[in-house]
């Protein structure tokens, strides 16, 4: 079955540093992927999408890379601040039709310090 | 972006009772809503797909006579948890996709946090 992993750790990094947090996907080949913001009882925010025939994708601090060989996504914020503290969640069509559904990934939290 | 309304944020009720969960699209029409349900520290797993006009369609292990689901409207679902119990406690969250745009993405309403006492 499809199955998508990514770090339950949280991770703690410097404010200023890099953040890079990882999304592994098995038995599936999908044709792209989803980053999403997830504040404490709260909905998820949609980031970046990033399609399979696409190595990378920018939006100001973000970045995200797209593997399909080794399937990952690896998902970068640069210069990270302390308002960048929240579980970020990678996401994949369920499925192999355009339904519109997604599964998503377990999340990774990550906490910014001053 | 597109705006999805979830009401209520929370709620408490006595096992055994219903709660009625609604989630509607503020600017755009959605014939389509998932709705999803988290539990603490958890992903996000869907429960169900919203059609508007028919009948919904449940995920594997989702009950659907435990989880009614109404699509009357192109901007209003709402999720019914009949004769609750303290293990339906969860977050439930509705999405919605705006097909006038990049209608790959989901917004989601900001959630509603259920309490079964």
């Known amino acids: 079955s499809q199955k998508i992993e990514q770090n339950s750790e949280a991770l703690n990094i410097q404010e200023g540093k890099t953040a890079t947090l990882t999304c592994n996907y098995t038995?599936?080949?999908?044709?792209?992927l989803q980053w999403y913001r997830q504040d404490p009882g709260r909905g998820p925010v949609f980031l970046l999408l990033?399609?399979?025939?696409?190595k990378e994708k920018r939006k100001e601090r973000l970045k995200v890379t797209f593997d399909t060989t080794l399937k990952q996504s690896l998902f970068h914020i640069t210069a990270s601040q302390p308002a960048d503290s929240a579980t970020y969640l990678c996401?994949?069509?369920?499925?192999?039709?355009?339904?519109?559904?997604?599964?998503f990934g377990q999340g990774t939290t990550l906490q910014v310090k001053p | 972006g597109a705006v999805v309304s979830q009401h209520p944020s929370w709620v408490i009720c006595k096992s055994g009772t219903s709660v009625k969960i609604e989630c509607r699209s503020l600017?755009?029409?959605?014939?389509?809503m998932f709705w999803y349900r988290q539990f603490p520290k958890q992903s996000l797993m869907l429960m169900a797909t919203?059609?508007?006009?028919?009948?919904?369609?449940?995920e594997q292990g989702v009950e659907k006579d435990k989880f009614l689901i109404n699509h009357a409207s192109l901007t209003l679902s709402t999720l019914t948890v009949t004769s609750a119990h303290p293990e339906d406690s969860s977050f439930y969250i509705c999405?919605?996709?705006?097909?006038?745009?990049?209608?790959?993405?989901?917004?989601f309403g900001s959630g509603t946090q259920l309490s079964v006492l």
């Open positions: 999405s919605a996709r705006d097909l006038r745009g990049q209608n790959e993405k989901l917004f």
């Open positions: 038995n599936y080949s999908p044709a792209y």
């Open positions: 990033i399609r399979e025939n696409e």
């Open positions: 996401a994949l069509p369920y499925g192999s039709s355009n339904t519109g559904k997604l599964i």
């Open positions: 600017d755009f029409q959605a014939t389509t």
């Open positions: 919203s059609n508007e006009g028919s009948k919904a369609t449940y």
